[in-house]
């Protein structure tokens, strides 16, 4: 008893563990595309940064060389003027006014660095930069590196340029270095200067903007996305509430209803809701039938048993009774025994219809490979009920009005228990004075017909509908007495569907009713047809 406990007990405990931390699907959604909008934006704002950052340099790059390569080194700097005139170095060139924010420092050097010539100009906050305490040259080891003839190179004569960075007086200085190598007037390096303070302050800006919007567009997508998330998985929340009720209670009577949204007019939710709906019909129906047939079958099987048990507690309390009183007894209880039997062999065969239908829609067309000859099946038929026909006074004639070779791929057992089953059910309800006719016939589209029609009493329109539903009766003229289980056309039914087959009933109450059943042929080579 401990054992059992404890092996009920264990993949319990185990499907508990597998659980887990429960986060809701929505959430989790909304998680992931914020996750991903964070590495887009983080990606895009890198590059717009970066694209901002090269073009904003790019341009001040091409100042400073545009500045420089403006420099015309006139006369004021020639050896000749120098001599003559006594001038003295740095000179003061005229041009922008300074480094700070929009200005464009100059300072001309020699190839020994000394300064030749320089602007003046204030730096940002009041500090003065002139020609005595202004670096000479700005950027030592550009100049130097250009001397030797490195950096970026013009045809028109030898020079040699590059662009540096420095710090001075805690300003980033960007230096544009150029050394102008033609001997008129004098080999010399122009040095053109200004502060990147302008760029930094508009990239520091920028990154700000870039930071400020991807936070609110995160935070809008992480609401936005949630709300959305939580709206759609309402419907599946809906759904599962509906099956975990429907589970519970086996009310299959139930439905489930989404709202309608602006975002789910019509989509795979409702989609998947009707079809859910759509299940639950079906569910609902085959449930109702099997307790309509398990009411049925008990019904139809309590019957006999009843007449068995009172027949026989009849002899077991009456032992003494009279020989013709015995006798009756032992006869009902023998045709109770034989309804009971004929009632149970209908049940077996039509559950082996019902798992035969399941084969063929796993697996359709796979099921039979036998021929069978629709003909010979039909003679058979004829020939089994032709004792039948010869009593005109108790039956109706049976005649074959037509038949032809013709093959299907079946079973001939289960074909010929559909032909014995519509014509038995034939002589039940057609008078001695009337007519069973049998036919088969090929048609159009390899299709193979067998009609079985009768002159008997005929089927209400308001029963057709119903007759292959199993245990069911159209009027009490078709009634116990005539020996029926109410399985036979249900079993007819099923095995011509297993044949890929169709049935068809047309019937008018005092002329009779019309059986056509049809099936795909197989061709027949001229060798087999004779």
Known sequence: MSTLSQRTIAPRDHSRTRRGLYIPLHLRLACFYTLLLIGIFAFFGIYVYQQARQQAYQELDNALSTRAASIQLGKDLSPSYMSSEGTKYPLLLPGDNGIGIGGISIEILSTKLQLLATTTGALEGGTTIDHQSAPAPWDEKAAQTALRGHGCHESAVASACLFSTITYKGWAIRVYTLFNGNPYPTPHIIQTARSTDDIEQSLAHLRQLILEVTLLALLLALIGGWLIARGVLGAVRRLTLAAQTISVSSDFSKRVYLPNSFWRARDELSILSETFNQMLTNLEEAYLRQQRFVADASHELRAPITSIRCNLDLLNKAPDLPGEEISAALTDTQAEAERLGRLVNDLL??????????????????????????????????????????????????????????????????????????????????????????????????????????????????????????????????????????????????????????????????????????????????????
């Open 349 to 530: 065969t039509l559950a082996r219809a019902d798992s035969t239908q399941q084969l063929l829609r796993e697996a359709p067309l796979t099921l039979y490979h036998t021929r069978i000859d629709l003909d010979s099946l039909l003679l058979d038929t004829l020939r089994l009920f032709r004792h039948r026909s010869e009593q005109t006074s108790i039956y109706p004639r049976l005649l074959l009005q037509h038949t032809e070779p013709i093959q299907i791929y079946g079973d001939a057992d289960q074909f010929k228990q559909v032909l014995v089953a519509l014509v038995d059910n034939a002589f039940k309800y057609t008078p001695p004075e009337g007519t069973i006719m049998l036919s088969l016939r090929s048609h159009e589209h390899r299709q193979a017909c067998i009609v079985i029609s009768d002159t008997g009493i005929g089927i209400p329109a308001e029963d057709l509908p119903h007759i292959f539903e199993r245990f069911y009766r159209a009027d009490p003229a078709r009634s116990r007495d005539r020996g029926g289980s109410g399985l036979g056309l249900a079993i007819v039914k099923r095995i011509v569907e297993n044949h890929q087959g169709n049935i068809q009933v047309e019937s008018t109450p005092g002329a009779g009713s019309n059986f056509k059943l049809c099936f795909p042929s197989v061709p027949i080579t001229p060798g087999e047809q004779a």
